[in-house]
T-cell receptor
C-alpha cells in the first residue's frame, strides 16, 4: 500500500470556480503534512503546510483530519495560473523522510 | 541564495554507460535528498544524507545505483551500468534539519535522464 494516495485527476474547472482535492495517508504516526505545487517540467515547490487546526493562505485553505487520515486543499476563485499538479506530502515518523503522493492535476480554463 | 543546483539539466546516454548526476545543496542545509520522478511511480525517495552521512538508502532500486556526499556542498548519484528503465527526472532537494514540525524541502531543477 502506498504511503500517500491521491486522485490523479485531471480536474478541469472554469476560472472563478472552487475546487477541492483530498489525499489519504497510511501511517497514523505521521508528523507533518504539506501541499506542494509542481508546474509542468519544473521542480515541486512548497505551497503550504497543513496544520491540525486548518489554515488559510489567501485563496487556499488546507485541512487535516487525523482521525480519518486525510488532508484536503481547497482553492477558491481559481485562476488560470493555478493550473498545475498538486502534490500531497507527508513526513513520516522517521523524522526526515518525506512521502509524496502521485499528484492531482488541475486545469483551469478561461 | 542560489538555491539547490543540479547538473546536468539533461542527459542522454546509451544503455550500459555510466551516468553521474550532481547536486549542490543550499548552504547551511544539513539534509540532502535524492528523488526520482516517473509518470508511473511519481516521486520516489532514493536516499537521503544528514551531515554528509547516508541515513536511509532503502529506496535505491539496486546495486547499479550509488550516491555519495564527500562534503557539505556536493553530492553525486551514479548509475552504472545504466538501463532504459532508469529514464526519469532525478531531483535533488535539501532542508534544514531542525526538529520542527514544519520542515521545508527545497528542490533543484532536476536532471532529465534518457537512457536509449
Amino acid at each position: 500500500r502506498k504511503e500517500v494516495e491521491q486522485d490523479p485527476g485531471p480536474f478541469n474547472v472554469p476560472e472563478g470556480a472552487t475546487v477541492a482535492f483530498n489525499c489519504t495517508y497510511s501511517n497514523s504516526a505521521s508528523q507533518s503534512f504539506f501541499w506542494y505545487r509542481q508546474d509542468c517540467r519544473k521542480e515541486p515547490k512548497l505551497l503550504m503546510s497543513v496544520y491540525s487546526s486548518g489554515n488559510e493562505d489567501g485563496r487556499f485553505t488546507a485541512q487535516l483530519n487525523r482521525a480519518s487520515q486525510y488532508i484536503s486543499l481547497l482553492i477558491r476563485d481559481s485562476k488560470l495560473s493555478d493550473s498545475a499538479t498538486y502534490l500531497c506530502v507527508v513526513k513520516g515518523n522517521n523524522f526526515n523522510k518525506f512521502y509524496f503522493g502521485s499528484g492531482t492535476k488541475l486545469n483551469v480554463k478561461p | 541564495d542560489a538555491g539547490v543546483i543540479q547538473s546536468p539539466r539533461h542527459e542522454v546516454t546509451e544503455m550500459g554507460q555510466e551516468v553521474t548526476l550532481r547536486c549542490k545543496p543550499i548552504s547551511g542545509h544539513d539534509y540532502l535528498f535524492w528523488y526520482r520522478q516517473t509518470m508511473m511511480r511519481g516521486l520516489e525517495l532514493l536516499i537521503y544524507f544528514n551531515n554528509n552521512v547516508p541515513i536511509d538508502d532503502s529506496g535505491m532500486p539496486e546495486d547499479r545505483f550509488s550516491a555519495k556526499m564527500p562534503n557539505a556542498s556536493f553530492s553525486t548519484l551514479k548509475i552504472q551500468p545504466s538501463e532504459p528503465r532508469d529514464s526519469a527526472v532525478y531531483f535533488c532537494a535539501s532542508s534544514l534539519g531542525q526538529r520542527t514540525t514544519n520542515e521545508k524541502l527545497f528542490f533543484g531543477s532536476g536532471t532529465q535522464l534518457s537512457v536509449l
